[in-house]
């Protein structure tokens, strides 16, 4: 069987991996003021980082524009015996329930396709690892219904630990309580965010901006969830030193090969973390 596995650029899914895998990918939109820019192609993502400091105000993302969803999974539904779809989280976004208005529009001109939307609940390299696994498993012959109840136990096999260089994104885009945020901001507190029922959630803290990796990674050690006998991660960030140092001693505390996938926050989810942010994706016993 012919199945396509496609994510968005909220999945922050690296080029190289999207490419090996065949793994297809729609765009969002960046709105700064009257300009738009579509993500991953006319908005590279160190450009939307100086756009961003440089702006006063704090730019919004839009969905995939509607015909142009309809007319790339039209396309793959030709082209394919089954096209699954992995969206962002339908809490933190209306892409899914747009995919799902495009998928009927689709059954009723070319009642041949067979188009799968699945609501990820997540963001960023939660959906792109899941991806990973869906190509694999489709790879390996396993059909959609099978591919699709696999990873959707997948992806809840990871857990996020996230921190910020500053809350004012996160605030500002309705991500984050406010009271957390002026907490945060008058203590010199930095908290560990995580991802709860398709949500951003304060999982735990840290104090000052010190050694933030190493701290971090006792966190994650002192989890009782974590899955210390196979330990894997994914580290994504709009903060390349701060993540190329969480790869380097993660791999030394845990092996050569334990970081499977290194990203940066791209535009759509840049906009509610900011500059200076990084994320420890860890797997968790199941």
Known sequence: MNIKIVVDTSSDIPMDVAEKYDIGILSFLSI??????VTGTELKNADFYKMLEA???????AQTPYG??????????????????????SKGSGQYQTARLVTEEI???????????????????????TAV?????AAAGKDPDEIIADCMEYIKSW????????????????????????????????????IEHGLVET????????????????????????????PRFL???SDSARGEEACGKLEEEFGKGCVRMYSEFGPVIGTHVGPGAFAIIAAIKA
């Open 235 to 237: 580290v994504v960030q």
């Open 68 to 89: 142009d969803m309809h007319d790339y999974l039209l396309e793959q539904a030709k082209a394919h015996d089954c096209v699954i779809y992995f969206t962002i989280s």
């Open 159 to 194: 857990r996020c630990y996230l921190l910020v260089d500053t809350l004012k994104y996160l605030e500002k885009g309705g991500r984050i309580n406010k009271t957390a945020a002026v907490v945060g901001t008058l203590l010199d507190i930095k908290p560990i965010l995580t």
């Open 203 to 230: 999982m735990d803290k840290l104090r000052g901006k010190k050694k933030l990796v190493d701290k971090l990674i006792d966190k994650i050690k002192e989890d009782e969830d974590f899955d210390a006998e196979n």
């Open 107 to 129: 059954a009723e001109e070319y009642p041949e396709a067979d188009i799968r939307i699945v609501d990820s609940e997540k963001f960023s390299l939660y959906i792109a690892e």
């Open 55 to 61: 702006s006063e105000k704090i730019p919004t993302t």
């Open 32 to 37: 700064f003021g009257d300009e738009s820019y």
């Open 133 to 137: 696994r869906a190509a694999e498993l």
